[in-house]
């Protein structure tokens, strides 16, 4: 009937948000579930500044699975991609054992094209994977019509990605069953929580990373003996007290644990074994000049924070954006793109006293620092209405010029 001929192709787009944990996450308990030897709190930016877009076309015309990747396309059969569309499926095919719809459903044997798109540079240490994943399984969860727990399906993707399914302040709940079943995201406070939260990425340099996390961590895991306490006895403390900093709005106190987390992490890579290195020499002199900048303040008035790559991600309130960034300016002079060092929200200017510029601009590094992006805490996976904004067009083949 008609009901049935309307479901000859279904198309869904969403969009969701890269997260930047706080308290991080290293390690797995388990690799083909993706478990973690810890629980983990991450911040979701917002998606003007950093998404991932994603559409997910399903027909009884098309012949094969095909996935293209900023236009490229790209291998269908990767495992945590298939894990993520057989969780999904099975999922669907749960929602309707029990539902007596009248609307044909889509059906669950078609062929499915997805494509996806990045408004950020992929592999640079900005968290693609996490968007990636949660917009993944967004798209897929709307075009079968799931509903509910979805942060354990992204998980099965990317560790991070389950993080990502929500805004704001966000909590990985380690889980303790052998199945993975409670190892879920919850959200720990909504993005308008704190509005006076603002977000600095600061590029140092878009090359793909010397160790991939998941190579990475699992080598920390067997040799690291502090990654061991660090899961078992600093964490469980740290994430009680990094909530109620969030919860309070107490910058003091949630900049000084991001910073210490950070530094713990990667403490935990120079002590794996052989070592492995994500800070360069500009991510140290990043470390180095927000300490100064602090101190000179006599105050926590800015907090960075290091992914497995050299960027830093500092957290700071909007009433200091300005005035660092023009310290970073100073700090690290643009080279070629003046106009378009920074990125994002606008930034106000600012003028630094001679004592400031003193005690905290050292010796400049020119060209040190590609750009900095300015955002902040934002929502989670988004679906988009408007049929324009789909990257597929009607006969299911990438739309040229999206």
């Not at 727990?149 to 399914?165: F, I, K, N, P």
């Not at 380690?174 to 600095?200: F, I, K, N």
């Not at 080279?335 to 990125?343: E, S």
């Not at 988009?384 to 010029?401: I, K, T, V």
Request: proline share 6%.
């Amino acid at each position: 009937g008609a009901m049935a001929e309307e479901q000859a192709l279904a198309m869904v787009t969403c969009t969701a948000p890269v997260n930047i944990a706080v308290i991080k996450y290293w390690g797995k308990r388990d690799n083909d579930l993706i478990l973690p030897i810890n629980s983990s709190l991450s911040v979701t930016l917002h998606q003007d500044q950093l998404k991932t877009t994603t559409t997910a076309a399903a027909s009884r015309d098309f012949t094969e699975d095909r996935l293209w990747l900023n236009g490229e396309e790209a291998d269908m059969g990767h495992p945590r991609l298939q894990a993520c569309l057989r969780e999904v499926r099975h999922l669907a095919r749960k929602h309707r054992g029990g539902s007596t719809e009248d609307v044909a459903p889509l059906g669950l044997s078609y062929k499915i094209h997805i494509a996806t798109e990045n408004n950020f540079p992929t592999a640079a240490g900005l968290a693609s994977s996490a968007a990636g994943y949660a917009c993944l399984v967004s798209a897929l969860a709307r075009l079968y019509g799931v509903e509910g727990e979805l942060s354990e399906v992204a998980r099965r993707g990317s560790g991070s990605a389950c993080r990502s399914m929500f805004g704001g302040f966000v909590q990985w709940q380690r889980g303790e069953r052998p199945d993975g079943r409670d190892s879920l995201a919850q959200q720990v406070a909504p993005e308008t929580h704190w509005p006076e939260l603002r977000v600095l990425v600061m590029v140092v340099s878009g090359e793909k990373k010397p160790v991939g996390s998941t190579a990475g961590m699992q080598t920390s895991v067997d040799t690291s003996p502090l990654l061991k306490h660090r899961a078992e006895v600093v964490v469980p403390e740290r994430l009680e007290l990094m909530m109620r900093h969030i919860r309070e709005r107490d910058f003091e106190g949630f900049g000084q644990l991001t910073m210490k987390d950070s530094n713990q992490f990667h403490a935990t890579c120079l002590d794996t074994f052989p070592p492995i290195f994500y800070l360069n020499d500009i991510s140290r002199h990043i470390i180095a000049l927000a300490h100064r900048f602090n101190a000179h303040h006599g105050r926590t008035k800015v907090a960075y924070t290091f992914d497995a790559g050299p960027n830093a991600v500092i957290f700071t309130l909007a009433d200091t954006v300005a005035e660092f960034v023009e310290v970073v300016k100073r700090s690290f002079p643009p080279t070629a793109n003046g106009d378009q060092f920074v990125r994002g929200l606008p930034v106000g200017s600012a003028s630094l006293p001679e004592e400031l510029l003193a005690a905290v601009v050292m010796e400049p590094v020119p060209g040190a620092i590609r750009y900095i992006l300015h955002t902040q805490p934002g929502p989670g996976p988004q679906l988009l209405n408007d049929p324009s904004q789909h990257l597929l067009g009607a006969d299911g083949l990438p739309r040229h010029g999206a």
